[in-house]
């Protein structure tokens, strides 16, 4: 069973879109959840990071937690084409230290 | 803004020769780090450096890998003897403290290519 699961994509969203990731996880005690952006050739860019159930919000990004289903998602609103790239899920498991298991990541296409 | 920096960017080497790469993490932060991604896979942690010590390893993190802090800012990866499957990029990361859970910066990365 994989750590942390991705859909591969690709993704395409038309400009102005919502784009919709999403992410889940094998182990039920992990407590903290990451979404890192890359670009092709690039290293890992943070967005933003989630620990509690629910939803946060930083500008045009959503990330959406719950925990009882496993299932860690990111929502782009008014997506650009500066937006195309691959998304990363990464968990931080409890007991192994501050080491992170990433998702395969998904592709995503923002189309003008 | 403060970033981890990594060099050299691009290093091409034999099987079997022993390469370092070297990161600078951001000046405040606390905790290292070394994971890898070879091409088209997904981004996979190596070992993580706290006080002058190995927190953790994964699997990969044998006994060809090494680790180092030689002076106050720099932070090294060694690879004893390359093989072919360690073509990959490699990537510093840092945070700033040690208490689980925290945020990791990663650096540009380190592509390695082993002929």
Known sequence: ????EQNSGPLSVPEGAIASLNCTYSDRGSQSFFWYR????KSPELIMFIYSNGDKEDGRFTAQLNKASQYVSLLIRDSQPSDSATYLCAVN???????FYFGTGTSLTVIP | E???TQ?????VT???QEVILRCVPISNH???YWYRQILGQKVEFLVSFYNNEISEKSEIFDDQFSVERPDGSNFTLKIRSTKLEDSAMYFCASSEIPEYPDTQYFGPGTRLTVL
């Open chain 2, 14 to 16: 034999q099987m079997g």
């Open chain 1, 93 to 99: 498991k409890p007991h192994t230290g501050n080491q």
């Open chain 1, 38 to 41: 890359q670009y092709s050739g």
């Open chain 2, 30 to 32: 606390l905790y290292f």
């Open chain 2, 2 to 4: 403060p970033e981890v």
């Open chain 2, 7 to 11: 060099t050299p960017s691009h290093q």
């Open chain 1, 1 to 4: 069973q994989k750590e942390v």
